[in-house]
């Protein structure tokens, strides 16, 4: 491996800061990194399976209320092979509203954000102009990328960690906050994290608490450490147990059983010479506070996405791998019950990193663009402007039909309640551009529109529906 090989997941996905000649530097208010995840991917969240009680009153307060956890029975994977149809035919009742919350980003000046955007989706409004709107939101109490980002039980929003510099080792911070979109501020938590953390994974877990996962220390180095984030108390506290593997950029999968599986990232640094990934995964079991590991996966990945499917299993799709360090085509399937990892029967139609993955009703699971390669001179990475749908049923691939708005990478992404996808930021072009715009996925035409442009570029942050 040279260091050419390395440059479209180094340079390329580190599109705002190091460029192409440096050695590699994704979420939706994730994820870290992420997908991170479940439905609602991007760089640090997890969309979590239960709530904790407690919600937001219209003053904003929180008030105690029984709250159940939102049903586990997962969509089917049939319906039509047209596009990916198969919505509820219901839909979103007609007038109601929905919220998208997205926050951070950086630009190639050097500039971190703390803006906040909220986009609203209007259903069932005759004025196509006036059924998807952005507003500003407020501010985070810090600017920041690659940070963890969860929803609480009571409706707001964990903020933790992250990073404000740009180099291959990301330095982490240790600040964490809470933002009220009620009354669209934010609070500082009591505590501060117990270690600093950047391209860390934050998931909801089925007691309420939120798991935080590896990332890099304040002095840039991957942690092989976890904590738990609990709201009742408003503290942090370390996990009994600690992964096997340090991890940065890795991605976290809340499983149907509450435990929660990590895969990939890096466990030092990458060089001109290895991408020194984790070749291990684990899973997290809230009961015992601890890491077991699985089997091998087949190879080790970064800036992967990995996806709970309806049967429980997790597709684990493309990423930058250890056999396949310009970015990877080919994806596999973990099983929970059998602890262990296998190949799809097909690779995915384009190689892609950075790219972002979300469950649709029908099933079946969305990957948008990301980066695919890189020129022959190896001075520059190519960056798809496809998207492409994944059958669990059939266990295969196929490209979409329309081609997407812009092509993305480290962008976020947000199932909406009429089954269509927002997707928000990342980096475009050939990796010198971070983009402000926004596009729609209907999974009826199979095809993207433009919607609004945000108030800022973003890329590496998380983004959540909040009117889940």
Same mark, same amino acid.
């Given at each position: 491996m040279n260091k050419g090989q390395l440059q479209p997941i180094v340079g390329g996905f580190m599109w705002w800061a190091t460029g192409l000649a440096s050695a590699m530097g994704l979420l939706?208010?994730?994820?870290?990194?992420?997908?991170? %995840?479940?439905?609602? %991917?991007? $760089?640090?969240?997890?969309?979590?399976?239960? =709530?904790?009680?407690?919600?937001?009153?219209? !003053?904003?307060?929180v008030v105690d209320s029984s709250t159940e956890a939102p049903p586990t029975d997962a969509p089917t994977s049939d319906g039509p092979t047209s596009g990916d149809a198969g919505l509820d035919a219901a839909g979103p009742d007609a007038g109601s509203k929905e919220e998208v919350f997205i926050a951070g980003g950086y630009d190639l000046m050097g500039h971190y954000s703390a803006d906040i955007d909220v986009f609203t989706v209007a259903?069932?409004?005759?004025?196509?102009?006036? =059924?998807?709107?952005?507003?500003?939101?407020?501010?985070?109490?810090?600017?920041?990328? =690659?940070?963890?980002?969860?929803?609480?039980?009571?409706?707001?929003?964990?903020?933790?960690?992250? %990073?404000?510099?740009?180099?291959?080792?990301?330095?982490g911070l240790s600040?964490?906050?809470?933002?009220?979109?009620?009354?669209?501020?934010?609070?500082?938590?009591?505590?501060?994290?117990? &270690?600093?953390?950047?391209?860390?994974?934050a998931t909801l877990l089925g007691n309420g608490k939120v798991l935080l996962v590896g990332g890099n220390d304040a002095n840039g180095n991957p942690l092989a450490s976890a904590e738990l984030y609990d709201p009742a108390s408003d503290t942090f506290t370390a996990t009994q147990g600690t992964m096997s593997c340090a991890r940065f950029a890795h991605d976290a999968t809340l499983l149907a059983d509450g435990r929660v599986l990590i895969t990939g990232g890096w466990s030092s640094p990458p060089t001109a010479t290895s991408l020194n990934l984790c070749t291990s995964a684990e899973v997290?079991? $809230?009961? +015992?506070?601890?890491?077991?590991?699985?089997?091998?996966p087949t190879t080790g990945r970064v800036y992967h996405t990995a996806t709970l499917l309806p049967s429980g299993k997790v597709l684990v799709a493309g990423g930058a791998t250890s056999t396949a360090?310009?970015?990877?085509?080919?994806?596999?399937?973990?099983?929970?019950?059998?602890?262990?990892?296998?190949?799809? !029967? &097909?690779?995915?139609?384009?190689?892609?990193?950075?790219?972002?993955?979300?469950?649709?009703?029908?099933?079946? &699971? +969305? +990957?948008? %663009?990301?980066?695919?390669? =890189?020129?022959?001179a190896g001075t520059a990475a190519i960056f798809a402007q496809t998207?492409?749908?994944?059958?669990?049923?059939a266990d295969s691939f196929k490209l979409c039909a329309g081609t997407m708005v812009q092509t993305r990478a480290g962008q976020a992404q947000v199932l909406l309640h009429d089954g269509r996808v927002l997707v928000m930021g990342g980096g475009t072009g050939d990796g010198t551009v971070i983009s402000d715009t926004s596009e729609i996925y209907?999974?009826?035409?199979?095809?993207?529109?433009?919607?609004?442009?945000?108030?800022?570029?973003?890329?590496?942050?998380?983004?959540?529906?909040?009117?889940l």
């Open positions: 939706v208010l994730g994820g870290g990194c992420s997908d991170s %995840s479940a439905s609602n %991917s991007g $760089p640090g969240s997890d969309a979590g399976a239960a =709530e904790a009680a407690g919600q937001l009153d219209a !003053s904003g307060e259903h069932g409004v005759a004025d196509a102009s006036a =059924e998807l709107t952005l507003a500003p939101g407020g501010q985070l109490l810090q600017a920041r990328i =690659e940070y963890g980002a969860a929803v609480l039980g009571d409706g707001r929003i964990l903020v933790a960690g992250g %990073s404000i510099t740009h180099e291959t080792n990301d330095s600040v964490a906050e809470i933002y009220n979109p009620v009354l669209g501020t934010s609070v500082a938590t009591t505590h501060a994290m117990t &270690v600093a953390r950047a391209g860390l994974t997290y079991n $809230p009961a +015992l506070d601890a890491f077991v590991q699985t089997a091998a360090p310009t970015n990877s085509g080919t994806a596999e399937i973990f099983d929970p019950g059998a602890m262990s990892f296998v190949l799809t !029967s &097909v690779p995915m139609t384009t190689a892609r990193a950075g790219q972002a993955a979300t469950l649709l009703e029908s099933g079946k &699971v +969305l +990957l948008t %663009s990301g980066i695919s390669g =890189e020129n022959d998207a492409e749908i994944y059958d669990p049923v209907d999974p009826l035409s199979d095809s993207f529109v433009a919607s609004p442009t945000m108030s800022t570029t973003r890329g590496l942050v998380p983004a959540f529906d909040l009117t």
